[in-house]
C-alpha cells in the first residue's frame, strides 16, 4: 500500500495501528457475503447440510477477501476523515521521526 495518495498526498496511516479499526467494518461485510452465500445454497439445494453449505460458502469467499480487505480499509478511511479531519496536505514523513518530535 502506497504511504500517501499520489493525487492529494494525504498520508493513508496516520499512526501505527491505524487500520485496526477496519477491522470492525470488514467483519460485517465478511458476514453478509458469507451469510449471503449460504442462503444462496441453501435456496438452491435445500436438501444439502448445512455443514457443506458453509463449506462451500467459505471456499468461494477466499478469492473476495483481497477486494474485502482492501474497501474495509477505504471505508475506514472515509469514515475517519468525516469524524476527524486533518490537513490533506500534512506533509508526508516517516511515522517514527514525528513520534519522537512531540
Same mark, same amino acid.
Given at each position: !500500500? ?9 498520508? /493513508? +496511516? =496516520?499512526? *501505527? @495501528?491505524? /487500520? &485496526? @479499526? ?5 467483519? *460485517? ?5 458469507? @451469510?449471503?452465500?449460504? &442462503? $444462496?445454497?441453501?435456496?438452491?439445494? #435445500?436438501?444439502?447440510? $448445512? +455443514? ?6 467459505? $471456499?468461494?469467499?477466499?478469492?473476495? !477477501? #483481497? ?11 472515509? /469514515?475517519?476523515?468525516?469524524?476527524? *479531519?486533518?490537513?490533506?496536505? +500534512? *506533509?508526508? @514523513?516517516? &511515522?517514527?521521526? =514525528?513520534?519522537? +518530535?512531540?
Amino acid at each position: !500500500m502506497n504511504r500517501t495518495c499520489p493525487v492529494c498526498n494525504l498520508r /493513508f +496511516e =496516520r499512526e *501505527p @495501528g491505524y /487500520f &485496526l @479499526g477496519a477491522l470492525y467494518i470488514s467483519y *460485517p461485510i465478511s458476514i453478509l457475503i458469507l @451469510g449471503g452465500i449460504v &442462503l $444462496l445454497l441453501y435456496w438452491l439445494w #435445500p436438501d444439502m447440510r $448445512l +455443514e457443506w453449505n458453509v463449506l462451500i460458502a467459505a $471456499l468461494v469467499y477466499i478469492p473476495l !477477501m #483481497p477486494a474485502v480487505f482492501r474497501y474495509s480499509r477505504v471505508i475506514w478511511i472515509y /469514515f475517519d476523515r468525516w469524524a476527524s *479531519p486533518s490537513d490533506p496536505l +500534512e *506533509p508526508p @514523513g516517516d &511515522l517514527d521521526s =514525528r513520534a519522537t +518530535e512531540r
